[in-house]
């Protein structure tokens, strides 16, 4: 017995040993991509039920072009440059939509249609990738494949081809990006999402430890402590624009479904929940909320201010906030307040990268109701601002963050009547230009919000005069073109 005892104490010292030096080698679950087999089990059963949201989700999304079982590839030799890598995205992501398809309603068409895209691509590539944002596309075709590889119609073969082809073509050039001092998060974060999903589709324990150990302390902007530097939350590639800031945390908020899709629970919760950070700051942001911007310096630039391109525009700055709302709030009962305003806005839109997360990520209806508010209330405090050939108005959004765009009204009088100038779409903001106001005429205008039930009352009316611009500048202005040109400039001026 003493025997007996001796060895088992020396079985689990070894056996501790190799655990904490990484030794043994992980058992991959699959599917285990951003979607697990749960996960895919839920959609099936929320659609075939015809339940809010997940069904309309699924409405949308058998609509969309690249989801039919009808599309084509457009295989390239290389999947790099802009144009190349914008045809490869769109064929991944029809591969992706496909399969789920086929497993909500399991239609062998859709299925078959995503083995052809993935076998021309791999049957195409022979070539590294390189140019530009080609993480982009290979992350999103790792996710893809690995969706399916459930599909028995995909021949081991062929399986074996996408394997040679991420392993020989993929990896490395996704491997040296990260080592771009100035390369942004939304090139950074994908590449190490693509290592991501690589190495579960490959069954590859070396690789995924590569890419969980830079997304907690890898050099530059792939790793999370980089890409959100401050506590707050504060993004810094919002100083560049917001649609671009999306990218990394839609690429880490996948990193990390994945591992935890894997077992690894520690990538979600890293930096005390640095991810979730990083979505409440971007949210509160773009929901016309002040926030405050440390201005910082990487490898290129100083970075003085937050950027106002894309601000409170809803479809050009959508990661996946179903993704972390129903992960940190539903799922952890963690508060994510600005997250939550902005999936509910967002719902059932397609926003970033695959799109749909509403479908995908949603675990309780309850918590994601759809439309998830009434008709919102009239926006307040409607100002009308005299401009250089234009009029400037500007509101106070509806409380609550309820409204997801707007209708702009203008009328020759106050008493109207008032046609529809302009609808902004997918926007948070309180301000709009009337660039088609003709100087010395006064126009009134009146604002109403729009959210996904419909659109409310109008505001209160202010109006305003636009001011004729002249060609002749103050004293002590000039214009002068400077170097080559075929068009000579112009600058006005207007009293305003």
Not at 59 to 88: C, E, H, K, V
Not at 177 to 187: G, P
Not at 371 to 385: C, D, G, K, V
Not at 419 to 439: I, Q, R, V
Request: a neutral charge; one cysteine or more.
């Amino acid at each position: 017995m003493k025997k007996i005892a001796l060895f088992i104490k020396r079985y689990l010292f070894i056996l501790v040993l190799c655990l904490s030096q990484g030794l043994l080698a992980r058992t991959f679950v699959h599917p285990g991509g951003i979607h697990s087999m749960d996960d895919l089990n839920r959609m099936k059963a929320k659609v075939a039920a015809k339940e809010h949201p997940w069904i309309d989700a699924w409405n949308l999304l058998i609509t969309d072009p690249q989801a039919q079982s009808t599309w084509t590839a457009s295989p390239y030799t290389n999947i790099g440059g802009n144009i190349i890598r914008q045809a490869a995205a769109r064929d991944a992501r029809a591969a992706y939509l496909n399969i789920l398809r086929w497993y909500i309603t399991g239609s062998v068409a859709n299925a078959d249609c995503a083995v052809r895209i993935c076998n021309a691509w791999s049957a195409s590539i022979n070539q590294v990738a390189n140019g530009e944002l080609y993480q982009l596309p290979i992350s999103t075709f790792m996710q893809a494949a690995e969706l399916l590889r459930m599909y028995p119609g995909w021949a081991k073969a062929d399986q074996e081809n996408f394997k040679n082809m991420a392993l020989t073509y993929f990896y490395q050039p996704c491997h040296d990006f990260l080592s771009f001092c100035d390369a942004h998060s939304s090139w950074s974060a994908p590449a190490l999402y693509s290592i991501m999903g690589i190495a579960v589709f490959c069954d590859d324990s070396t690789t995924y430890d590569e890419a969980a150990n830079y997304f907690k302390t890898g050099a530059y902007s792939g790793c999370i402590m980089k890409g959100i530097m401050q506590p707050s939350g504060q993004l810094g590639e919002m100083a560049r624009d917001q649609p671009h800031a999306a990218i990394g945390p839609a690429a880490w908020s996948h990193i990390c479904q994945v591992a935890w899709n894997q077992g690894d629970t520690s990538l979600f919760s890293y930096g005390n929940n640095r991810l979730l950070a990083g979505y409440e700051y971007f949210c509160k942001a773009n929901l016309n909320h002040p926030v405050e911007w440390i201005p910082y310096t990487d490898c290129s630039y100083r970075w003085y201010y937050m950027s106002l391109s894309g601000l409170c525009n809803l479809n050009k700055a959508t990661p996946e906030f179903e993704l972390i709302y129903n992960h940190y709030a539903v799922l952890k009962g963690i508060p994510a307040p600005y997250t939550h305003k902005m999936a509910n806005l967002t719902r059932i839109s397609q926003g970033d990268y695959f799109g749909y997360g509403t479908l995908t990520f949603t675990l309780d209806g309850a918590d994601s109701p759809y439309p998830p508010y009434p008709i919102p209330a009239a926006p307040a405090n409607l100002t009308a601002t005299p401009g250089a050939s234009r009029i400037y108005l500007h509101w106070t959004p509806p409380d609550g963050d309820v409204a997801t765009g707007y209708n702009v009204w203008r009328s020759a009088s106050a008493d109207g009547p008032f046609t529809n100038l302009a609808t902004l779409s997918d926007y948070t903001g309180g301000n709009y230009a009337d660039k088609t106001a003709a100087p010395g005429t006064t126009y009134y205008y009146a604002v109403s919000a729009i959210n996904q039930s419909g659109a409310g009352a109008k505001s209160s009316v202010a109006g305003a005069q636009s001011i004729a611009a002249s060609a002749t500048l103050p004293i002590g202005w000039a214009r002068n073109d400077i170097g080559s040109y075929t068009v000579a400039g112009t600058a006005s001026y207007a009293n305003v």
